[in-house]
């Protein structure tokens, strides 16, 4: 059976940090590519940050570059997105994906919520 849990997330002041992490299991994580999306209210789902297989490339949004790092352990089965300098706007919830061809998978979320 396929799972991807995501963790981590929070309540968070501006400025602050936040390291969410994605437990994978009932697949090979290291035949796919992974991506973190987040999803405001009231807005559609949105790609933040992706990761090669071997992690040796990644990708971000223009919003989240510079400060979020995605990285992945293929041995853990976990992809992680590192949040530094968080905005009140990062506020939504935080899913992982993981695709190889037509195949997609998700995780049910985790709230990030950035607010003083």
């Known amino acids: 059976q396929v799972q991807l849990v995501e963790s981590g997330g929070g309540l968070v002041q501006p400025g602050g940090s936040l390291r969410l992490s994605c437990a994978t299991s009932?697949?090979?994580?290291?035949?796919?590519?992974m991506s973190w999306y987040r999803q405001a209210p009231g807005k559609e789902r949105e790609l933040g940050a992706s990761?090669?297989?071997?992690?040796?490339?990644?990708d971000y949004a223009d919003s989240v570059k510079g400060r979020f790092t995605i990285s992945r352990d293929n041995a853990k089965n976990t992809l992680y997105l590192q949040m530094n300098s968080l905005k009140p706007e990062d506020t939504a919830v935080y899913y992982c994906?993981?695709?190889?061809?037509?195949?997609?998978?998700w995780g049910q979320g985790t709230q990030v919520t950035v607010s003083s």
């Open positions: 994906n993981a695709k190889r061809g037509g195949r997609s998978y």
């Open positions: 990761i090669s297989i071997s992690g040796g490339s990644t």
């Open positions: 009932g697949f090979r994580l290291d035949y796919y590519v």
